[in-house]
């Protein structure tokens, strides 16, 4: 019978993601992601970096994510100081490489929920941003907002005609201004990777990868009791969600609050986004114990994937809320970007639902 995990699994987890980190940016660099001399010798136009760099970014990002998680759930067996000064740290490396990635999916997502609801033939799909949007407007993309042609209804359907028309014109003004903060993101990553404050992680993991400072006592203490921790912490969180609202399919009321004008972000949302970050946490804390080849908990992975769909339905919608904002824009516009934020609520919503389903059942494999 397997004895219970102790600080030296703990030790083996950590080094193990150090490694992964070490490895990740090694790649990120041999493809050019950190602006050195392979990104200077790729073509124009492909500034916003290959897929090799995107992979080995989104690699970096995790293995940073999983070790400031770790460090958070078993701190009471790692050296304090150390481990508090290096989790902000890997918190704001893995939160700076993400935005460019965030802006191009919350893009895709945009462009694609317009595709549907105008029912038009003119949005392809939306892997390559800025012809799609060039595409949908009938002219070059960064043209002015007004200056697009006609928009030929989709046959069949003459009661999208006019969010059809405005639907061509918001998806122009979300492509500009999303590509706009994903070419600043991308900037800010590279001079991020380029920073003394990232060379001073980057040297911090190397020494982990090789010694991880536990406390005296800790390599033959029990994980079980700090992964449990996590683990309330995360009920606790989830009990206090409004799970009996959210099991139904169209929860009017919160649909009421979510179409707000209100420029703040929704308040409602953000217990939710806790519960994310603490079903997050919960994962790391399994893995430590069972290993990456331990069993799979399937309400976890698909209350996890609910999370995300939350997440990224309600910045996508306050996305559309400020692009109806600009000032001066068409009200054919305006529709469209409001059908499109009332749109993404709905999705919200369909994603509580869809969480609430999942956390009700049975954990499975988690003997």
Not at 55 to 68: C, F, H, P, Q, V
Not at 102 to 117: D, I, K, N
Not at 151 to 170: D, F, I, Q, W, Y
Request: aromatic content about 4%.
């Amino acid at each position: 019978m397997r004895g219970a995990p102790t600080g030296e699994a703990l030790a083996a987890y950590l080094r193990a993601q150090a490694t992964e980190f070490l490895r990740s940016l090694r790649q990120h660099r041999e493809a050019g992601g950190d602006g050195g001399p392979a990104a200077r010798a790729r073509p124009k136009g492909t500034e916003n970096g290959s897929q090799d760099s995107v992979d080995a970014a989104r690699a970096l990002r995790r293995s940073a994510r999983r070790i400031s998680g770790t460090l958070h759930t078993f701190r009471p067996l790692l050296d304090a100081e150390w481990s508090e000064s290096m989790r902000p740290e890997l918190a704001w490396l893995s939160g700076i490489l993400a935005h460019e990635h965030a802006y191009a999916a919350r893009l895709e997502r945009l462009l694609q929920a317009l595709h549907r609801l105008s029912g038009s033939a003119a949005f392809p799909p939306a892997h390559s941003a800025r012809p799609a949007t060039a595409a949908v407007a009938g002219r070059p993309a960064g043209g002015p907002e007004g200056a697009a042609g006609p928009v030929v209804p989709s046959p069949g359907r003459p009661e999208r005609g006019h969010l059809t028309v405005g639907a061509a014109k918001a998806g122009a003004l979300l492509e500009r201004q999303l590509t706009l903060a994903r070419t600043r993101a991308h900037s800010a990553a590279l001079q991020a990777l380029g920073s003394s404050r990232f060379h001073a992680v980057a040297d911090h993991v190397a020494v982990l990868a090789s010694e991880v400072p536990l406390t005296p006592g800790a390599a033959a203490a029990d994980l079980r009791r700090p992964a449990a921790a996590a683990e309330e912490r995360l009920c606790d969180a989830v009990t206090a969600l409004p799970l009996i609202t959210a099991g139904h399919p169209y929860n009017a009321e919160a649909l009421v609050h979510g179409l707000s004008a209100d420029t703040a972000p929704q308040p409602q949302d953000a217990p939710w986004h806790q519960v994310r970050l603490l079903l997050r946490l919960h994962r790391y804390a399994r893995e430590v114990l069972h290993g990456a080849q331990g069993p799979v908990d399937v309400r976890l992975l698909n209350a996890g994937r609910a999370l995300n769909q939350h997440r990224d339905a309600a910045e996508a919608a306050a996305a559309a809320a400020t692009a109806a904002r600009t000032p001066r824009i068409a009200p054919a516009t305006a529709y469209a970007l409001g059908v499109l934020h009332a749109d993404q609520r709905h999705e919200v919503e369909a994603a509580r639902f869809a969480f609430q389903q999942s956390w009700q059942k049975t954990a499975v494999g988690t003997a």
